[in-house]
């Protein structure tokens, strides 16, 4: 599976970005993927995820209730809706996909990185 982000962007406190994450590969259907993030200084840290059938999500508590996790199947696009924005949620993000349906919070058991997408919300 190959995985392409795309969406980042400067934005306002408060404001609201979608990022995309193409991916190639007969398998996506059946991956669970996931985005992270990670700030200048920081480890990369758990975002959201969705099972490969979609029908279950979990996020951070960052995150919660401002952002959403969703996916296409049929076009292979996993996406990332983000709204209220906070500058602490400046950071590159990244799309990943693992082996398997069921998703995790842990870098170490996705098989599959993104280049990520920055962005970076200004106050």
């Known amino acids: 599976v190959q995985l392409q982000a795309s969406g980042g962007g400067l934005v306002q406190a408060g404001g609201s970005l979608r990022l995309s994450c193409a991916a190639s590969g007969r398998t996506f259907s059946s991956s669970a993927v996931g985005w992270f993030r990670q700030a200048p200084g920081k480890e990369r840290e758990f975002v959201a995820a969705?099972?490969?059938?979609?029908?279950?999500?979990v996020y951070a508590d960052s995150v919660k209730g401002r952002f959403a996790i969703s996916r296409d199947n049929a076009k292979n696009t996993l996406y990332l809706q983000m709204n209220s924005l906070k500058p602490e949620d400046t950071a590159v993000y990244y799309c990943?996909?693992?082996?398997?349906?069921?998703?995790?919070?842990?870098?170490?058991?996705?098989?599959?990185w993104g280049q990520g997408t920055l962005v970076t919300v200004s106050s």
């Open positions: 969705i099972t490969g059938s979609g029908t279950s999500t």
């Open positions: 990943a996909a693992r082996r398997g349906s069921a998703y995790y919070s842990a870098p170490l058991n996705y098989d599959y």
